[in-house]
């Protein structure tokens, strides 16, 4: 159990704003070690084929810590209300969906801080783990910094960072969110006893990382395998990585860069070969092999069960 962290002798009073599964471990940390007298989420949505609403990560995780929550997608007077009888010391944002104006910003005494899912300056904006996957970033990073009116330009007091890579996007989203909690938890003891540091961002460094399109993640022959492997690793549901093959459409959830010593036998570019349970993607420059995929109206499937559905063993490939 964490001690509390305390401000002006009791403990710190903080509300949080987040809505998807990253920000999940911040809330639960917050929890832990300060007096949480607000969680603020987006509203429920309608998700999957029942076209049923369904409760935010955030709005489940605060309903089963017994927090009060409050759903608003956007600032607006009645949320202003909600926040100032909240009476935050800091506000701790992460992964929330909304632009957050400055009369909140101005709130709380202790100012208003984000968790960041990049190593600021690279990588502002809305999507900084699938850009870090797709332009072959080394590493992936989390940022502790001061939320202000500029998207993501705030001073960061605190960072750390993991390798990407072949991780999953999924897999690395969950690490970072891990870590993000562990650098929070540390960057709210640093600024409640006033010993925090704040670095300003170099703006000759930034790069901003827009919101991934389902037509940039489209599997095309006339890339090399490595960026069509980094668009599998980098899918999601929103947004991913699909192709044709043989005239029927195809998710590919799972792939790699063929090894050239694996491939007695490679394919042209945007054709594919069926060889002893494994399928292969002629691409500009090299071979792209789908471990796992998501045929069109089926289930998910490995490769061999998906090679073995193949009518014939040769055709071509494109994109969807």
């Not at 202790?110 to 850009?131: E, F």
């Not at 993501?152 to 909690?181: F, H, I, K, N, W």
């Not at 036998?265 to 796992?292: F, I, N, S, W």
Request: glycine residues 8%; negative net charge; hydrophobic residues 45%.
């Amino acid at each position: 159990m964490n001690e509390k962290i305390s401000y002006d002798q009791r403990p710190l009073r903080l509300v949080f704003m987040g809505t998807p599964a990253f920000a999940v471990p911040s809330l639960e940390a917050c929890a832990r070690v300060a007096d949480v007298t607000l969680v603020v989420t987006r509203p429920d949505a309608v998700r999957g084929r029942g076209k049923a609403l369904v409760p935010s990560d955030v709005k489940a995780c605060a309903e089963s810590l017994e927090l009060p929550c409050y759903e608003g997608s956007r600032v607006d007077d009645a949320m202003m209300d909600a926040l100032r009888a909240a009476q935050p010391d800091i506000v701790v944002v992460a992964a929330y969906g909304a632009i957050l104006p400055d009369r909140l910003l101005e709130l709380p005494e202790l100012g208003c801080i984000n968790v960041h899912a990049s190593s600021l300056p690279r990588w502002r904006g809305a999507a900084p783990i699938q850009r870090a996957i797709l332009e072959g970033d080394e590493r992936a990073g989390v940022s502790i910094m001061e939320v202000v009116h500029d998207l993501d330009a705030g001073a960061y007091c605190r960072q750390a960072s993991l390798p990407v890579a072949d991780t999953p996007c999924a897999e690395l989203m969950d690490a970072l969110a891990r870590l993000g909690a562990d650098e929070l938890v540390a960057a709210l003891g640093q600024i409640a006893d006033g010993t925090v540091a704040w670095t300003p961002q170099d703006e000759a460094l930034v790069t901003y990382a827009a919101k991934l399109t389902k037509a940039e993640m489209a599997l095309d022959p006339q890339d090399g395998a490595l960026a069509n492997a980094r668009r599998v690793q980098a899918s999601a549901d929103a947004a991913p990585a699909r192709c044709s093959v043989g005239g029927r459409g195809l998710r590919v959830l799972v792939a790699r860069v063929a090894p050239a010593d694996s491939l007695a036998q490679a394919p042209e570019p945007g054709t594919y070969l069926r060889l002893k349970g494994r399928v292969l993607l002629g691409c500009a420059d090299g071979v792209l092999e789908p471990l796992r995929v998501k045929p069109d109206g089926k289930r998910e499937m490995d490769v061999v069960a998906w090679a073995a559905g193949l009518q014939q063993k040769s055709g071509a490939w494109g994109v969807a």
